[in-house]
């Protein structure tokens, strides 16, 4: 056998290893396979958006309760929760300081009525002496004021300690209207200044729907809320009837956090618990000549909604931004982007892409019906 030459052995692998370069290249691609997408034919229709706030039942007024004089809370009456009515005993401070203020008001009052009878007393002598000609009129003159000065000291020592008694009295926290106590601030032991909270009290009578609407709602919502029968309140839980509720104050300003104004709405003496939660709602108009979608057919994104149409002639998806005006159920209102007519892509939006050649979804039965009917 003839031996074979370095040279031919070296080009030998070479020779292979191109075969198999050439062998491993890259096929043809496939085209894409056409999706079937379930498609809506766009109509007019009419929609009567409802609007629903998160809301707490509150009373229509509620006070702070303190006393109106500073010193040690020797006891508390009430716990929260509890019912008051007008006249009950709530708190009671220390009255020892006040009652020696008192004592010596008392002192101050019999002080100054004493100066005046004695003052009184002289004048009347002094009137006889003048009429006897043993004094002058300008002396009988000094008298009559020296006793009018002491009268009024009188008057003023009795007004001091009427007010006294008064700052007497304050030591005990009375409660004037009939209500709830809804909190309690101060605890006995504790030293009060005048005027800190105590107790607050939510008083009997008409009962409150508290709830906040965003900023860009505000001016529909004042509109609509002034009708009759417009604004709706249901308590929170399974079973609750909805009744109405009457506009009754809209905030001036804004929260300077969430960016909502506060609304209260009237809902009459309801038999409720303060603090339940409840839901309102508003039904505005109904609205004619709108278009309609399934939730499922937005296509978010980076913040702006969109809807993919379909082109019969070409079978082919192109992206159509929209704008929301609300919802209704499970179906949003396009506020702008869509006319009667158009063919809407309506579920699995997520996975197409502009420009995608698509066919319409036929359901199974659908498909074999005609075949059935042939048979």
């Known amino acids: 056998m003839p031996l074979q030459s370095p040279k031919a052995l070296l080009l030998t692998p070479m020779l292979l290893l191109l075969a198999l370069l050439s062998a491993c290249g890259k096929p043809d691609s496939l085209p894409e396979p056409e999706r079937a997408v379930r498609t809506l034919v766009l109509q007019a229709d009419s929609a009567g958006m409802s609007y629903e706030y998160a809301a707490e039942i509150r ?26 009515k007008p006249g009950q005993l709530l708190a009671q401070l220390d009255p020892q300081d006040l009652l020696l203020a008192r004592t010596a008001a008392d002192a101050a009052v019999s002080a100054a009525r004493t100066n005046r009878d004695q003052a009184a007393a002289d004048y009347k002598r002094y009137i006889d002496l003048e009429k006897q000609g043993f004094i002058s009129a300008a002396e009988l003159e000094r008298r009559s004021s020296v006793f009018k000065a002491a009268q009024s000291q009188l008057d003023q020592a009795k007004a001091q300690g009427s007010a006294q008694d008064n700052q007497t009295g304050y030591a005990q926290l009375i409660a004037d209207v009939a209500g709830v ?13 005048a005027g800190t909270p105590v107790l607050r009290i939510a008083q009997d009578g008409p009962r409150d729907v508290l709830f906040s609407v965003p900023e860009d709602q505000v001016a529909m919502f004042r509109q609509v809320a002034s009708r009759p029968g417009a604004l709706k309140f249901k308590l929170w ?5 909805t009744s109405d509720a009457v506009l009754r104050e809209v905030s001036a300003a804004a929260d300077p956090v969430t960016r909502t104004f506060l609304i209260k ?23 004619e000549q709108v278009i309609k979608l399934p939730l499922t057919a937005l296509l978010q994104e980076q913040g702006k909604s969109s809807v993919w149409l379909l082109d019969p002639a070409s079978m082919s998806l192109k992206a159509q931004p929209v704008k929301i005006a609300g919802a209704e159920g499970n179906e949003v209102v396009i506020a702008a ?39």
């Open 59 to 84: 009373a229509r007024s509620e006070s702070r309760l303190s006393f109106r004089v500073g010193g040690k809370i020797l006891a508390r009456k009430v716990n929260l929760g509890d019912v008051v």
């Open 237 to 241: 839980g399974p079973g609750q009837s």
């Open 337 to 375: 982007g869509l006319q009667a007519g158009q063919e809407v892509v309506v579920a699995g939006v997520h996975v197409l892409k502009a420009g995608q050649k698509v066919q319409r979804y036929q359901s199974p039965a659908l498909a074999t019906q005609p075949a059935s009917a042939a048979r």
């Open 265 to 287: 709405a009237d809902v009459g003496r309801v038999e409720t618990r303060l603090g339940q939660t409840a839901v309102v709602s508003l039904q505005p108009p109904r609205t």
């Open 181 to 193: 106590v809804t909190g309690v601030d101060a605890e006995p032991g504790m030293v009060v200044a």
